[in-house]
């Protein structure tokens, strides 16, 4: 395994950054517990883009342009365009718990995973559905009894999804039809770790967050683990290839436990290092 170097820091003071996207020559993920959806621009400056989203999770774009966001503790996928939000979709009669993570394939069709149980509360694993919302806000169940549906990534060719289960510590993948339905559920690569977000590079590799190990790894189809990224005393949650040449990996690095938290809060920073391989496909 090849460790690549320490990543260096682009960013700090956010509470907890999640679901990285690079969009538009920019770089927007979300600062979970700060309720913000923050853009970096290419020369490094931030900025809040939306500054009450709501416990926001994943992100993704319609075709024309609007901002997707997923309210995690409200169960509802929202669009944000010309300043205000409106409803794509309330889920929460499908899920009790929260949403999470999210892709929007080319058509503006969204995948959602949810908890299925309250994992920050340790009440008792349970199962968990992916939902698919259609442009016009339809829902139906993708994909059920999964292991903690977190990070989510289409093939360039849009065949194919991949999602991690964080707690079955595994990459499964899904062929996709042309409604968007999936079908063909198998393990695409097993993992030492518990898997969060991921992305995927143009040899068909994927990275993916270890948040427990605090680690990201880059993993190909069948399980070899090529490259790993160590950053001490924090976890990394999320991670998204981009910049100009789609080579920076970008990492959503969070500290949950220590005695300068307060409240629950973690402390988090967005952290780069440079890669070999180039971002391929969705997000």
Not at 258 to 283: C, D, F, K
Request: charged content about 20%.
């Amino acid at each position: 395994v090849n460790s690549l170097p320490t990543p260096t820091i682009l960013l700090d003071n956010l509470t907890f950054p999640e679901c990285p996207r690079w969009h538009d020559g920019a770089l927007y993920f979300s600062d979970v517990h700060a309720h913000k959806i923050i853009r970096i621009d290419a020369d490094g400056s931030a900025r809040s883009v939306v500054d009450d989203a709501h416990q926001p999770a994943g992100l993704g774009w319609t075709p024309d342009g609007a901002l997707l966001v997923v309210r995690m503790l409200e169960r509802k996928l929202m669009r944000f365009a010309d300043g205000k939000f409106t409803t794509v979709a309330d889920l929460s009669a499908l899920e009790n718990v929260q949403l999470n993570d999210m892709t929007v394939d080319a058509r503006g069709r969204a995948y959602i995973g949810a908890f299925g149980f309250d994992i920050n509360a340790g009440t008792p694993f349970a199962l968990a559905n992916i939902f698919l919302v259609q442009p016009d806000g339809a829902v139906t169940v993708a994909a059920d009894n999964m292991r903690f549906p977190n990070g989510m990534v289409i093939t360039p060719d849009a065949g194919t999804l991949i999602v991690a289960e964080t707690v079955g510590r595994c990459l499964t993948a899904f062929d996709i039809a042309a409604d968007g339905t999936l079908s063909n559920r198998r393990e695409w690569a097993a993992l030492p770790t518990f898997p969060d977000g991921i992305c995927l590079d143009a040899e068909g590799a994927i990275w993916a967050a270890a948040p427990v190990t605090g680690e990201c790894l880059r993993v190909r189809e069948g399980g070899e683990i090529t490259d790993k990224i160590t950053v001490a005393d924090k976890g990394v949650y999320a991670c998204m290839l981009g910049g100009e040449d789609g080579r920076t990996l970008y990492l959503c690095t969070a500290k949950t436990t220590g005695p300068e938290l307060t409240q629950g809060i973690s402390t988090g920073w967005i952290e780069t290092v440079r890669v070999e391989i180039p971002h391929a496909g969705l997000p």
